[in-house]
């Protein structure tokens, strides 16, 4: 099954947006064939696994990496 970019996009999005973990951390999303690549900061270590799985759970068929941070501000709180 073959599926149009963009619309795959915003389906990663939406799913990252409606995620209450998710949805307030600034988290970029960059498909490149069947790679999906998360970029940016988040305000917990748990966050990154959980950004993860949900972008997996809109799109198995796709191998996910994270390239997520943890904002240094919030560590150090």
């Given at each position: 099954?073959?599926?149009?970019?963009?619309?795959?996009?915003?389906?990663?999005?939406?799913?990252?947006?409606?995620?209450?973990?998710?949805?307030?951390?600034p988290i970029r999303v960059r498909l490149?064939?069947?790679?999906?690549?998360l970029e940016g900061s988040v305000s917990?270590?748990?966050?990154?696994?959980?950004?993860?799985?949900?972008?997996?759970?809109?799109?198995?068929?796709?191998?996910?990496?994270?390239?997520?941070?943890i904002r240094r501000e919030d560590v150090?709180?």
């Amino acid at each position: 099954m073959q599926y149009n970019r963009s619309t795959l996009r915003h389906l990663i999005v939406r799913a990252l947006q409606r995620n209450t973990f998710t949805a307030e951390q600034p988290i970029r999303v960059r498909l490149r064939g069947c790679v999906v690549l998360l970029e940016g900061s988040v305000s917990h270590p748990d966050l990154i696994p959980e950004a993860v799985a949900t972008v997996e759970s809109v799109a198995p068929f796709l191998r996910v990496y994270s390239r997520l941070r943890i904002r240094r501000e919030d560590v150090l709180a």
